[in-house]
């Protein structure tokens, strides 16, 4: 079956057109090139997921062939800034799926066995609904899978055809993940466990870290983030004088649209600013923006408390100085 674009319907657009802000939203889905709700995003995805299965199954792929079955680790699909920043949707088999679900940043070690599947698409225009890759993951033993923390990594073509896929490539983007057993979870918005603030409910405040440890938990931003004399600009901003700077002003780096409307409000990095923002950065900058649709590309929080002024003790030891 060859799927090449879907569309949504009237009423679909109609949400779409009145709910770009509506409370509740999953609007860490929303995209650029797509200039639709969360809750459009969820109707598209799911009348257009037989069609998108049917194509991966096409071929001989045995995750592909299987995880129909498994149940899914987000209440909706999300674009969490990775993958191209395609829409995801991740399922788990039931040997990994209650650990998965924990969604732990504190070392977790998932059983062998486990299977992951995401599916992707991505979404232009009014609701033109585009398939992607199936991504693959099968946890084995460190003696299978030495130079991958045990993972194993596969692509699924949406008619069915495998696609070459570079086990150290995939594996240098899920090292970001260290702490998560190299696992990227959906974003904060769409788990199954989020429980969205209450407004006017009191902000946790920043203490002082410990910049030893701080240093050995940034290890997990190192893939995305620089520091040091030698830094450049990389998948993230170099962080070096990062305390104390205005948001989204590091020359050279193309910020998203929301760190750029913050730094137009005046957002500067003080260490209170970076607590909260560490937490969760994409309710962040719903919040300090006070607009639903704004998010972030950082795909990872620390819910820590102790482990973002860590953090942020140890990146204010790095000079602004390259």
């Given amino acids: 079956m060859k799927i090449n674009k879907f569309v949504l319907g009237a009423a679909a657009l109609a949400i779409a057109a009145g709910c770009a802000g509506a409370a509740g939203g999953l609007t860490d889905s929303l995209r650029a090139d797509a200039d639709i709700s969360a809750a459009a995003v969820n109707e598209l995805y799911e009348t257009s997921r037989t069609a998108l299965m049917a194509g991966y199954q096409q071929g001989d792929n045995p995750i592909a062939a299987e995880y129909a079955?498994?149940?899914?680790?987000a209440t909706g699909p999300a674009a969490p800034g990775v993958h191209s920043k395609?829409?995801?949707m991740t399922y788990v088999n039931t040997v990994?799926?209650?650990e998965y679900i924990k969604y732990s940043s504190q070392n977790p070690t998932m059983p062998i066995g486990t299977k992951i599947a995401k599916?992707?698409?991505?979404?232009?225009g009014e609701g033109e609904f585009r398939p992607g890759p199936l991504f693959t993951m099968e946890k084995?033993?460190?003696?299978?899978?030495p130079d991958t923390n045990g993972w194993l990594y596969a692509r699924v073509n949406t008619n069915g055809r495998p696609m070459r896929t570079s086990q150290k490539?995939?594996?240098?983007?899920?090292e970001a993940f260290s702490t998560q057993d190299s696992l990227g979870y959906p974003v904060r918005q769409v788990r199954l466990d989020y429980v969205?603030?209450?407004a006017g409910a009191p902000v946790a405040s920043v203490a002082v870290g410990d910049a030893a440890k701080g240093k050995e938990v940034f290890e997990t931003c190192a893939s995305c983030h620089q520091v040091g004399p030698d830094a450049q600009n990389a998948f993230g901003p170099v962080l070096n004088g990062i305390v104390g700077r205005d948001a989204g002003s590091y020359a050279g780096y193309s910020y998203s649209a929301g760190l750029k409307a913050a730094r137009e409000k005046g957002l500067v990095w003080d260490e209170q600013r970076l607590f909260e923002w560490l937490e969760d950065p994409s309710q962040f900058l719903k919040t300090y923006l006070e607009?639903?649709?704004?998010?972030?590309?950082?795909?990872i929080g620390f819910a820590d408390e102790d482990t973002r002024n860590n953090v942020i003790a140890y990146l204010a030891t790095v000079s602004g100085e390259n």
């Fill in 291 to 299: 607009d639903d649709s704004a998010s972030a590309n950082m795909p």
């Fill in 196 to 198: 969205a603030p209450v």
């Fill in 119 to 124: 599916e992707s698409f991505t979404v232009k």
């Fill in 86 to 88: 395609r829409y995801m």
């Fill in 96 to 98: 990994g799926h209650s």
């Fill in 169 to 174: 490539f995939c594996h240098s983007c899920h």
């Fill in 69 to 73: 079955s498994w149940e899914g680790t």
């Fill in 140 to 145: 084995v033993s460190a003696d299978e899978a």
